[in-house]
């Protein structure tokens, strides 16, 4: 890290730790599905929920927001590996591995390779805001506490890049006066494994330090046919340490350092519509195009590879009752790329013989925090933000447009053209840098008109600032054996290498809640959110875009019933989006060539219902269910003179999703317990390009896991199976016209069974 950027986190860092501020914690859920019956003992009731989803420890059954919430225990039983696994958990919310790689909720979110585009649903990761591109803040899912899903705009609390809602991950943190450590692995069929350690560790009476580690990874079930090698693999490991220091009651300190890695090498598979002489090298290669195809005939590999890191100091200090917390963090991001996208070996025949790029990020970010304790007749909430996040990326890009670079009879075809706009006398890399920095103020003052109704403001003032060059170097022609290429440049040459584009706003909402009994609240909400502008470049043009916002209306109820043995929580919500931030491609001056660039797609509508049940139907058995319907549509999209996308469907947005899950935990025989899982994930039918072309439609599906362990009495060892898709479900994650190749589709991990064994043992 270069050393003003170390000394500018020197300098945060100070400023944190002289105001003292630190700790916070999302709290423990409970579980959630279907309903009913009998008289309830406090060992049938439903474990309470803690959440922070306005910046303070609350029930979940007190907060005025729809909020699915997943315990550490949850996420461990359902035997995924990734936060964006989170899509199969947690209905409404969906990951879209394209175009940049963003989460969606009630269908809406924006993926870009246009690292100035704002994401719509915010990851936050104890505390943190994760806005780099393509950093999902974790990789493994290894000690986690909770995930918390806030549904619908959160702008006022967690800032701008939350208009579709907010994922908030605690990490477990360290426990004072307690030596104790978990070791676990597992492996399954095409290799898959996990291994991970988890070490608290007290050092005094006033410090502990808690470290995690993580290895994982997964063979692919496809094959480069040519290199003879799996296709669809993945590799990832991780650490993370935590340090707290309590030196007195009213005062806690937590420093943390995390570091992640993931490797994978899958690539868009051929399925249909490739000109004969493809399909013809692709079958003499062992390749048969197809809905279900998982093979490839490149003969160079493609690979992604992400690193991440950061460090940050989150300090907690009482002051009388008030709550004073400071955040600050550091945060850096590597992603390399290099993805042909051939379908037959480049010395045959290619159309993308070099595809290559590299982004790195570095962000420093602060934020200060005042609250009141709850229960007061004005509770109030308020606090300063700064974020700055840099990044800087490299890209390669060349096309033959279709032409062979052998043809049929012998004659070779090297006309090379430039994707990435203006070019040298041989070629050229392209390099952009971008520096987006956003200032905020913001607080939510609640007022308890009596026992049993309140009404809660909030607002948010941003201040943003984004600007984006973008350069060109020249660099030597690629080389291929055997063949002198030719390269060929966009004719229109660079005229605006920079730009800037700046935004304020100020966001509100509005909520109010009436508690029916003890176990029951109504609530209603009037929510406003906004992303700001930002800057693209179409080929060597200069295109900025404009503010996206957002005005959201949500009615909820929140009951617990039968003695608390089952908990039922409903809401319908309606969002309009305006000037919605969208995926779009356009055309590249001076070129036949298309770029995917973000632009303002018009209006947008997201409305719905959605809910979650939870049901202690015994000591033994509980029940954990939810679903979404979400209508995501254009209510306004003229794409251009002959194409109106008006009353279509956003990407990657299912109506329908849903999720069930049973557990069972009980004593078997004399001298053993078991604990049983099983789950049902499902989504209908989505389409992954913008108009709903019937090619990129993706069928509905549902996946079913499960895991069943062991225990002996009085052992701290467990041992069990699990397996994932046990269905065996085929399903794609999308599908991509890509010119003259034809349809292209994006595989899935988990798009065949996996079944393995695992073990645990604590101590």
Known sequence: MPSTRRTQLGLLLSASASLLPFAQAYARPAEAPPAAIEATTPATELEAVVVTAQRRSESLQDVPISITSVSGETLENSGFQAVTDLQYMVPGVQFDPKNGAAFQIRGVGSTSFDFSNEKSVSLVLDDVVMDAQRENGMTGLTDIQQVDVLMGPQGTLFGKNSTAGVIAITTAKPVLEDWSAKVGASYGERKDR???AIANIPLGDKVALRVTAFDQGQQGYGRYTVLDTHLGTFKEH???????????????????????????NTIRIGVSGAPANVAALQLAYGVTPGPKNPDSADSSMGMIKTSSSGDSLRVQYQVGKDTLTSITAYRETAYDN??????????????????????????VSQEFRWASPTGQVVEYVGGLFYNRLLAAQTQLQWATLGAPLVSPTGVKLTNFFALTGAIGADGNASLFKAQNTTTAAFGQVKFNIDPKASIAFSGRYTSDKNSQSQDFVTID??????VKATFTATTAKPYLSRG???????????????????????????STGYKPGGVAFVGNKYAPFKDETVKSYEIGVKSELFGRRVRLNLDVFNSEFT???????????????????????GGLRSRGVEGTLAWRASES????????????????????????????????????STFVSVNYDHDVGANLRMRANLDYAY????????????YSEVPGYGLVNGRISLTPENSDIEFGLYGRNLLNTYYSTGYQQYGALGLLHYTARDAYRTVGVFAKYAF
């Open 194 to 196: 996990n291994l991970n």
């Open 238 to 264: 991780g650490y993370r340490a935590k340090l707290l220091y309590r030196p007195i009651d009213d005062l806690e300190v937590i420093y943390t350092h995390d570091y992640q890695y993931h490797w994978d």
């Open 338 to 363: 290099d993805t042909p996208a051939d379908l037959v070996p480049t010395d045959k025949y290619a159309y993308i013989p070099y595809n290559s790029g590299r982004l790195d990020t570095s962000k």
């Open 477 to 482: 022609p690629l080389p291929i054996t055997g």
């Open 500 to 526: 800037t584009v700046k935004g304020e706003n100020f966001s509100y909402r509005i909520a109010g809640q009436y508690k029916l009994s003890d176990d029951a609240m109504l609530y209603a909400t009037y």
């Open 579 to 601: 000037n919605f931030q969208a995926t779009i491609l356009t055309n590249i001056p001076g070129s036949v060539l298309q770029q995917a660039v973000i632009g303002n797609a």
């Open 621 to 656: 058995v509980t029940i954990n269910g939810a679903a979404t319907y979400a209508d995501a549509k254009f209510t306004d999209y003229v794409y251009n003179a002959t194409t109106d996308y008006t009353g279509t469907t956003l990407t990657n947005a299912p109506k329908w």
């Open 683 to 694: 989504r209908s039918k989505t389409w992954t390009v913008v108009g709903q072309p019937a």
